[in-house]
């Protein structure tokens, strides 16, 4: 069973940026896709960028350009470089190996809050 988690949340001003971290237990990590997704309050979970275990990305539209999804195998650790944030992306975010729509395929982890605001 794989254990996630996230850290790295925290209040931040528009326009600012934070680096999420997922720590990964297990000896999967390297050959795991891997994603982070966000719930705001009231609203689905949303998938908000993957990466695959050779590294190729995908990102929703709504943070194209500035958020960046990478990975290290060696720390079988997961990041998100956010900048430039918006109130909108004021959320809980947790990390998950992507099953399709909001699903993820591992039990979630408790996830790291990240609030945008002045």
């Known amino acids: 069973q794989v254990q996630l988690v996230e850290s790295g949340g925290g209040l931040v001003q528009p326009g600012g940026s934070l680096r999420l971290s997922c720590a990964v237990s297990?000896?999967?990590?390297?050959?795991?896709?891997m994603g982070w997704y966000r719930q705001a309050p009231g609203k689905q979970r949303e998938l908000v960028a993957s990466i695959q275990s050779g590294g190729s990305t995908n990102y929703a539209d709504s943070v194209k350009g500035r958020f960046t999804i990478s990975r290290d195998n060696a720390k079988n650790t997961m990041y998100l470089q956010m900048n430039s944030l918006k109130p909108e992306d004021t959320a809980v975010y947790h990390c998950?190996?992507?099953?399709?729509?909001?699903?993820?395929?591992?039990?979630w982890g408790q996830g790291t809050q990240v609030t945008v605001s002045s």
């Open positions: 297990g000896s999967i990590f390297s050959i795991l896709a």
């Open positions: 998950n190996t992507p099953k399709g729509g909001d699903s993820g395929l591992w039990t």
